[in-house]
Each structure stands twice: as C-alpha cells, then as structure tokens.
C-alpha cells in the first residue's frame, strides 16, 4: 500500500487520544499533580504511535522479512519497556480497583504470550533444518570448475526433495494438531521421524497457535470513560500494552512456522487512540499477503521462507530438466540458480541467530516486567493490609 494511502488513513485519528487529552484538560485546574502523569501516558501513546507508523510505512518487499520482524521485536521491546516504567512509578495505584483488575488480567494475558515465544523459537529451529538442505544443494553443486556430474546432481536432488517434503509437512500440521501422519512411505526409518515434532518442540502436541491468540485477544475491550477516569489513564496504558503484545504475537505466527497457525484473530480498535491506524492498517497488509495465491498454503509468511521455497523450485525443476553431458548453456543456468539458492541462504544463515536472540529477549523482557509488577502489586497490598 503506498505511504499515501497511510497518511490518510492515520490523519483520521488526528484527534487521537482524545479521551486522556480531555481528562488532562478537566483536572489541570484542579489538581496539577496529575499532569505529570497524564503527560506520561500520553507521551506512552504517541511512542507507540511513532513505532508502530514507521513499521506500517515499510514496503512490501521488506513487509515480514527476518530484518521487518526484528524491527516489529524492538518495538515491542522499546514499548515494553516505557510500560514497565509507567508501572514502576504507580506502584501505589495498582490494587486499586479497577486497576487491580486491570493489571493482573495484563500478566495472565503476557503468561500465554511466553508459550507461542516458544512455539516461534520452534519454528526458528524448522527452518534451519531447511536451511542445512539448501547448504547441502551448494556443497554438491557451488563449485568453480565446470565438472559437476550426475553423482553431485543427484545429491543435489535428493536435498531438494528431502526440503519439499519438509515443508509439506509442516503445510499439513497448520491444517490439523490432532492427526500428524508422517508416513510418506519413503523409508523405514520414516516411523522414528514421525515422532520427531513431539521430542524436540517445547509445546505440547495438542498445543494451537490459533487457540493461544485467541486467548489473549479474548474480552479485551476498550476502557470506558469512567473507569479511565477512576484509574486516572492507567487502564489506557494496560489496555494499549495488550493491544501491542496481542498484535506482535499474532504477527510472529503469521510469519514463522508454528503449530496450527491461523490468521483469523479479529482486531477491533476504535481510532480514537493514536496506534489504532497503524496497527490495523499492518494487519490488513499482512492478511492481504496471506490471500496471494502463491502464499495461501504457505508455511509461514516471512519473506525468506517464500524465496527458499521459490529457489528450491526452480533448481528442482532445472536438475529434472537436465541431460549429461551438460551444455554450456546448461552449465550458465546452473550457476545462475546456485547463486540465487547461495543468497536465500546467506539471508538466512545472518538473520535467524539474531531473530532466534530477540525472540528469546522477548520472553525474558516478558517474564522480568511481570515478576515486576506482580511484585509490586504483592508489596502494595501488604502494606495495606
């Protein structure tokens, strides 16, 4: 979508965080203690705003690239942070009701958050395991003299096919949780592969993606004025931090491979808060990446993934094509798709590590802010009891 066309869409909230920005108006002249407050949750908002606009403005070229998803992880990482701040400095608030409410509903809804970290780091591991067949096509066939026989072509092959079915199997298991047959009939040793998934995931096998964002996206409405009123703009603040943590994790199974993967977490935000536009505006993007016809099956929507099946494609169907000796005309062409497997490949072997570090940052941000707060909450009503 061109920028345009997300600069309208955001000057419709122009009004943006109109229900603070009056509250702030009111009581200034009763109580200047609060505005210090109210500036900082209001600062919060456009933070969020800021982070999630320059995200929406990507490209689709680089829309859920590795590089996309750490920038979409550091956001969250940066809003995370300024929250914990906020929490921090209104220890004496959160057992009030309904903050009390508020706030504890938050840290449940970040527990369910830490199971698909798990399930995404998972899915990091998934495409390593393709990434060594792609490196096995290059160990056969990048080499500089011009003597590739068929013995190299048919290893090549063989890792190709050995991909393919990688992938499918992972295509199947978006499609169904309860009956993972694995058996391709290819070898013996296919029965001890099928048992793979359940020794080496950290997530159970009945365990859904789908289900989990469901989950933390359930009867999570929007604060009403009074109680924003009674909890002085804290609810906004926990409310926006689950907005944020509900879409960065629905966005990390749409990218990454995980189990039972599904897309159809609705996202409904008026847009009298300034992140709203954004926000919506990358789910739409993101669900219209999903409907393309040559992404609809996909494993994950993350932009190396699509390029590795691509590749993959292609070299399959050149190596099927083939007839030895090869011409030179043949030998050009092989050449031309190594190169374009070496660089799918390249992109993978720099960017999932450090992924693979964010996301795990993520979790221990998630599990620190929550020890945090739930502490406080602790301490708070001790000292009031």
């Not at 996206?217 to 907005?243: C, K, Q, W």
């Not at 159809?264 to 926000?279: M, V």
């Not at 505006?281 to 099946?309: Q, T, V, Y």
């Amino acid at each position: 979508m061109p920028s345009t066309d997300f600069q309208d869409a955001s000057s419709s909230s122009t009004f943006g965080f109109s229900i603070l920005s009056r509250r702030r108006d009111q009581v200034h002249s009763i109580d200047s203690s609060l505005t210090g407050l109210e500036m900082e949750l209001e600062s919060f908002q456009r933070r969020v705003a800021d982070n999630f606009q320059d995200l929406a403005s990507s490209n689709s070229d680089s829309l859920l690239s590795i590089e996309w998803i750490r920038k979409l992880l550091d956001t969250f990482l940066c809003c995370q942070e300024e929250f914990r701040l906020i929490v921090f400095n209104n220890k004496a608030q959160l057992n009030k009701p309904p903050m009390d409410r508020y706030i504890l509903d938050f840290f449940e809804r970040s527990v369910k958050a830490l199971d698909i970290c798990n399930a995404i780091r998972d899915g990091i591991e998934q495409i390593r395991q393709w990434q060594k067949q792609l490196e096995i096509v290059l160990c056969a066939l990048d080499n500089n003299n011009r003597t590739n026989g068929e013995g190299q072509f048919r290893r090549a092959k063989k890792a190709l096919v050995d991909l393919a079915i990688g992938m499918l199997d992972e295509k199947d298991s978006n499609t169904t949780v309860s009956h993972r047959n694995r058996s391709f009939g290819r070898h013996k040793e296919q029965k001890s592969l099928g048992h793979f998934r359940s020794l080496s995931w950290s997530v159970s096998r009945t365990w859904s993606a789908s289900k989990q964002l469901q989950a933390i996206s359930n009867n999570l409405v929007a604060p009403r004025a009074n109680e924003i009123s009674s909890t002085n703009g804290l609810n906004v603040a926990v409310f926006t931090m689950n907005y944020v943590l509900l879409f960065v994790t629905w966005a990390l199974v749409a990218a990454i491979p995980c189990q039972d993967r599904g897309l159809q977490t609705h996202f409904a935000i008026t847009k009298q808060f300034y992140w709203a536009s954004p926000i919506l505006l990358l789910h739409e993007r993101i669900l219209e990446e999903s409907k393309k016809r040559d992404r609809r099956n996909a494993c994950g929507l993350l932009k190396e993934i699509h390029e590795m099946e691509k590749c993959a494609r292609h070299m399959n169907e050149l190596i099927d094509s083939l007839q030895f000796p090869l011409t030179e005309e043949k030998e050009r062409e092989v050449k031309e798709r190594v190169q374009e497997v070496g660089l799918v490949y390249d992109a993978m072997k720099d960017g999932l590590d450090p992924l693979e570090r964010q996301v795990r940052e993520v979790f221990h941000r998630i599990v620190s802010c929550r020890t945090e707060g739930l502490d406080s909450v602790g301490r708070v009503n001790g000292h009031h009891g």
